[in-house]
């Protein structure tokens, strides 16, 4: 039951480096969801999407880009990385749009120098 | 825009005590709040939902209340274990796919 699997765990990037952070579900979800928690700060919603060939943007999308090609996957792409992008980046589905809990993974811890 | 607050930021309480978390939201107009935990390098786990027509919810030893014309909402656990420590975070939705969270509690239960 493996549920929201994310991947790389860890992360350290040089600033201007790009990478892709990778988001897995295998409950049929069709919504999913990138945010970003940083410390003493709430968790902030940057893309989201509502089926596959469908995404939007959250509050804070700047510096970031995704697709949802399938169901199961929601990868999120940072093209040019910056300080700012410094965070815990956490992937999340649910099964309908509203009046569902969100199911989330273990996150991505990301640190660019 | 929506604000959500939590306090306090950190309580600990000895083992086997009645405990309550808060929450405030600033725009009563929501779809539904949610209450979730997290543990230290772990996701968040949804502990209850309660949709902007209830009033409570229950589940074990946890009970949430919403009280949306004041903005507010209460997380009771019974009985605290030290399991139960963790960040317990507080997140109204207001309109679809858009989820405000509160910047949490972190509780400690103290054997």
Redesign the interface.
Known sequence: NAGVTQTPKFRILKIGQSMTLQCTQDMNHNYMYWYRQDPGMGLKLIYYSVGAGITDKGEVPNGYNVSRSTTEDFPLRLELAAPSQTSVYFCASRWTGGNQPQHFGDGTRLSIL | KQE?TQIPAALSVPEGENLVLNCSFTDSAI??L?W?RQDP??????LL?I?SSQREQTSGRLNASLDKSSGRSTLYIAASQPGDSATY?C?V?KG?????????TRLTVIP
């Open positions: 959500v779809y539904n949610q979730f390098g772990k996701g968040l786990t949804s939902l949709q975070l997140a939705e679809a796919n858009n989820l405000f969270f509160g910047t949490g």
